[in-house]
């Protein structure tokens, strides 16, 4: 996935983390799967105040680095709040919804990860990140030095 939406979903995290969200799950969409989104970011709250703070400090601090929030669903009722980034989509939930709808269950084929495993860099992004700073060194053709070699067309006119 891309370095940019990763960094987001950890800056999610860690403003649940930063809330006391609890039991906080990262979840990567499988990508043969019909799933809308690419990460799903679970977590509970004690209380319809706490869900509501969870919901609000990943809705600021997303805000804050110019990723506003496509749609807030559940807010006033404070049961399950989604907060929809398309890539990525945030449920605080309460303990009896979250215990209800079961998305871990519902979603068995998304991969399980850490904040750490979206840290690393995937082998598709180093590979590309090598190959920008690959071109980043080599000298625009313009610069280049020009082969010895005269050019055929020099070479019919010399003859």
């Known amino acids: 996935m891309n370095a940019q939406i990763r960094s987001q979903v950890a800056s999610a995290v860690q403003a649940c983390e930063d809330k006391k969200g609890e039991d906080i799950s990262i979840l990567e969409m499988d990508k043969h799967s019909s799933a809308f989104t690419d990460y799903f970011i679970i977590c509970t709250g004690k209380n319809p105040r706490q869900i509501q703070t ?3 400090e990943v809705e600021l601090r997303l805000k804050r680095v110019g990723t506003p929030a496509n749609q807030i669903e559940g807010y006033q009722q404070a049961d399950w709040v989604l907060v929809d980034y398309v890539d ?67 070479r019919r006119k010399s003859s």
Do not use: M
Request: no cysteine; net charge positive; glycine share 0%.
């Open 88 to 154: 990525f989509v945030v449920h605080v939930f309460s303990e009896a919804a979250r215990k209800f709808y079961d998305l871990e269950r519902l979603w068995k084929s998304a991969r399980k990860i850490t904040v750490a495993d979206l840290k690393k860099t995937s082998p598709r992004a180093r590979t590309a990140s090598k190959r920008a700073a690959t071109k980043s060194r080599r000298k625009p053709v313009s610069q280049r030095k020009r082969s010895k070699q005269a050019s055929p067309a020099r």
């Open 54 to 56: 969870i919901a609000d």
